[in-house]
């Protein structure tokens, strides 16, 4: 027990002058990237023009992601919404929608 007593008196740290973290605020200009929202509206634009399936699975699951991630709420909500209409239409389109005409020899 005395040796702690002794360590702590040792201490080079100055807890009063101890200042909590604030973190620089960022303008929305100068957040990073959202590369899940981008690639969710990629996929669902791919997945309703080309009727592919697993492009509109993956906008949904991308879509997700950025909903998890969102960092600036006004702007980041905008561009979701849209690849989530795209992935639902083209879920909607692909499973619902007239199926496509098999090749004929």
Do not use: H
Request: one cysteine or more; aromatic letters at 10%.
């Amino acid at each position: 027990m005395k040796e702690t007593t002794s360590s702590s008196a040792n201490d080079p740290r100055l807890p009063s002058a101890a200042k909590p973290y604030v973190p620089p605020t960022l303008s929305p200009q100068d957040l990073p990237i959202d590369y899940a929202g981008f690639l969710a509206v990629v996929f669902g634009v791919v997945g309703v023009t080309l009727r592919y399936k697993l492009c509109s699975w993956l906008a949904i699951i991308f879509c997700a992601q950025s909903l998890a991630n969102m960092k600036n709420f006004e702007n980041d909500l905008k561009q979701l919404s849209m690849a989530f209409m795209f992935g639902v239409m083209g879920l909607v389109t692909n499973y619902l929608g007239p199926s496509r005409a098999a090749k004929q020899r």
